[in-house]
């Protein structure tokens, strides 16, 4: 999804799981119809001499009660609401009245803060968390019921459907996990409260201009904006979009004259595709996405691991610098070295090509880029699995009791 991974992407995985099971009761059969089952919940322990005091409700549809704060009156918020009227012709009034109905969310400046150091990342576990039986057995239902939307985005776009429905299922598993904090109370908090670190000044302008985005979507849209949920981050639907990333990309591949990221699948499917065509997404490279290596004691490699974000090498390339692909490579792509870190255990190293890379535009993170690979292939041969068997089946005479 575009940028919107602040912390390392297993904590967020983790924390999306536990989310689920705490509202499972509150989504819609539309999306439960993928078959997601939220784990058991434990009963928390009551205090034998203390009364406990009944929280305070949430407003509906979230899951906290934000704190006013003010926000309209901060000389920061103001100069940046003078900015947005003036550039895009809204209503300064009309601004004042949202931001008026905006709180500030303590738990949102919490999440974005970075993990404590210390940690291994580990691949094999950020796996098993995303390629799991749930997201395929939901994902080969989501190709079925979309095979024509899907059919028609990778004829316009390049990017085959396993790619676009591992996505949707690594994001948010078709719908089921979306986010409940108000997007207006995300970004503004994040976009002038921003926790302190070397990065903040940065990070509140990135939020300052999805706050902006934000209000230009729902515009757009015709959305009340305070009606708009998303993630900790402020990003939105089922493919979860930060703003900017749905003014941009985002298309009604549905035609109903609007853009639906949460109730339209078809619109979903287009905008991912979309998103991919626009960032380096090659339809002309196929077969393996990546290609598992071996790499030599000398370590003449290691440089080919910080060029960044794309694929540049040839085979030719990565053999002189001590890398023996475990099979023969293409030769008319260009590739990337990728790093796979297991904890205590041994690096996996793939030579990955540029799709690959185009995959790391949505989240910039191997194990993201590498878990929509696998999940994609997963969905992909289970899929042909229930499509083949039953008529392997008649071919054989087992028709059955």
Same mark, same amino acid.
């Given at each position: 999804?575009?940028?919107?991974?602040?912390?390392?992407?297993?904590?967020?995985?983790?924390?999306?799981?536990?989310?689920?099971?705490?509202?499972?009761?509150?989504?819609?059969?539309?999306?439960?119809?993928?078959?997601?089952?939220?784990?058991?919940?434990?009963?928390?322990?009551?205090?034998?001499?203390?009364?406990?005091?009944?929280?305070?409700?949430?407003?509906?549809?979230?899951?906290?009660?934000?704190?006013?704060?003010?926000?309209?009156?901060?000389?920061?918020?103001?100069?940046?609401?003078?900015?947005?009227?003036?550039?895009?012709?809204?209503?300064?009034?009309?601004?004042?009245?949202?931001?008026?109905?905006?709180?500030?969310?303590?738990?949102?400046?919490?999440?974005?803060?970075?993990?404590?150091?210390?940690?291994?990342?580990?691949?094999?576990?950020?796996? @098993?968390?995303?390629?799991? #039986?749930? !997201?395929?057995?939901?994902?080969?239902? &989501?190709?079925? /019921?979309?095979?024509? +939307? $899907?059919?028609?985005?990778?004829?316009?776009?390049?990017?085959?459907?396993?790619?676009?429905?591992?996505?949707?299922?690594?994001?948010?598993?078709?719908?089921?996990?979306?986010?409940?904090?108000?997007?207006?109370?995300?970004?503004?908090?994040?976009?002038? @409260?921003?926790?302190?670190? #070397?990065? !903040?000044?940065?990070?509140?302008?990135? &939020?300052?201009? /999805?706050?902006?985005? +934000? $209000?230009?979507?729902?515009?757009?849209?015709g959305l009340d904006p305070l009606s708009m949920r998303g993630s900790y981050?402020?990003?939105?639907?089922?493919?979860?979009?930060?703003?900017?990333?749905?003014?941009?990309?985002?298309?009604d591949f549905d035609g109903s004259g609007k853009i639906d990221l949460l109730g339209s699948s078809a619109d979903v499917?287009?905008?991912?595709?979309?998103?991919?065509?626009?960032?380096?997404?090659?339809?002309?490279?196929?077969?393996?996405?990546?290609?598992?290596?071996?790499?030599?004691?000398?370590?003449?490699?290691?440089?080919?691991?910080?060029?960044?974000?794309?694929?540049?090498?040839?085979?030719?390339?990565?053999?002189?610098?001590?890398?023996?692909?475990?099979?023969?490579?293409?030769?008319?792509?260009?590739?990337?070295?990728?790093?796979?870190?297991?904890?205590?255990?041994?690096?996996?190293?793939?030579?990955?090509?540029?799709?690959?890379?185009?995959?790391?535009?949505?989240?910039?993170?191997?194990?993201?880029?590498?878990?929509?690979?696998?999940?994609?292939?997963?969905?992909?041969?289970?899929?042909?699995?229930?499509?083949?068997?039953?008529?392997?089946?008649?071919?054989?005479?087992?028709?059955?009791?």
């Open positions: 999804m575009p940028i919107k991974h602040l912390i390392t992407p297993l904590l967020a995985s983790l924390l999306l799981t536990c989310a689920a099971g705490a509202h499972a009761q509150s989504q819609s059969q539309a999306v439960d119809r993928y078959g997601y089952k939220p784990p058991p919940q434990k009963k928390a322990a009551t205090k034998k001499k203390e009364e406990a005091k009944p929280a305070p409700a949430p407003k509906a549809g979230t899951d906290y009660v934000g704190e006013y704060v003010n926000f309209g009156e901060w000389k920061e918020v103001q100069t940046f609401l003078d900015g947005v009227a003036s550039r895009n012709n809204f209503d300064r009034k009309e601004l004042d009245a949202v931001m008026a109905q905006v709180r500030y969310l303590d738990s949102v400046v919490q999440l974005v803060k970075p993990a404590p150091p210390g940690k291994p990342k580990n691949w094999q576990a950020y796996r @098993a968390l995303n390629v799991d #039986p749930v !997201r395929i057995s939901a994902g080969v239902r &989501f190709w079925n /019921e979309n095979a024509d +939307a $899907l059919a028609r985005a990778e004829s316009l776009y390049g990017v085959p459907a396993e790619i676009i429905v591992a996505i949707v299922g690594v994001e948010t598993v078709y719908g089921r996990i979306t986010g409940r904090f108000r997007v207006l109370d995300t970004l503004a908090t994040l976009a002038f @409260a921003y926790p302190e670190s #070397p990065s !903040r000044a940065a990070r509140m302008d990135y &939020f300052k201009s /999805e706050l902006e985005a +934000a $209000l230009l979507f729902a515009r757009a849209d981050a402020g990003a939105m639907g089922m493919p979860q979009f930060m703003p900017s990333s749905a003014m941009k990309y985002a298309v499917v287009g905008s991912v595709a979309s998103f991919l065509a626009a960032h380096g997404w090659q339809r002309n490279v196929t077969g393996p996405i990546a290609y598992p290596v071996k790499v030599s004691p000398n370590r003449a490699w290691e440089p080919l691991l910080q060029q960044g974000l794309t694929a540049k090498y040839t085979p030719q390339d990565l053999t002189a610098a001590g890398v023996v692909p475990t099979v023969a490579l293409p030769e008319q792509n260009r590739y990337g070295l990728v790093d796979l870190q297991n904890g205590g255990d041994a690096t996996e190293y793939w030579a990955a090509n540029a799709n690959f890379f185009a995959i790391t535009q949505y989240n910039r993170s191997y194990f993201y880029a590498m878990s929509v690979v696998d999940l994609g292939q997963a969905i992909k041969s289970a899929r042909a699995s229930a499509t083949v068997t039953p008529a392997a089946s008649a071919a054989s005479g087992n028709t059955g009791p």
